[in-house]
């Protein structure tokens, strides 16, 4: 749980990421919903790995 709070909090603090992991969340219920797995699972892959591809603005 740490090592996700860390992770999380660093990406949202990239311009556009709270907008965006919202998006990642509504379309993996919508797919979820849908019965689409392969699609959530495909949203939920790219939104867990999304912290390690974000760069953090400097300070």
Known sequence: MYLIKLTSQ???EVEGRVTGTL???KKY???LKAGNGDAAYR???DHLMMP???V???K
């Open 43 to 45: 949203v939920l892959i």
């Open 52 to 54: 390690l591809n974000v």
């Open 10 to 12: 660093s990406a949202l």
């Open 56 to 58: 953090k603005p400097e």
């Open 29 to 31: 219920f919508e797919y």
């Open 23 to 25: 998006d990642e969340h």
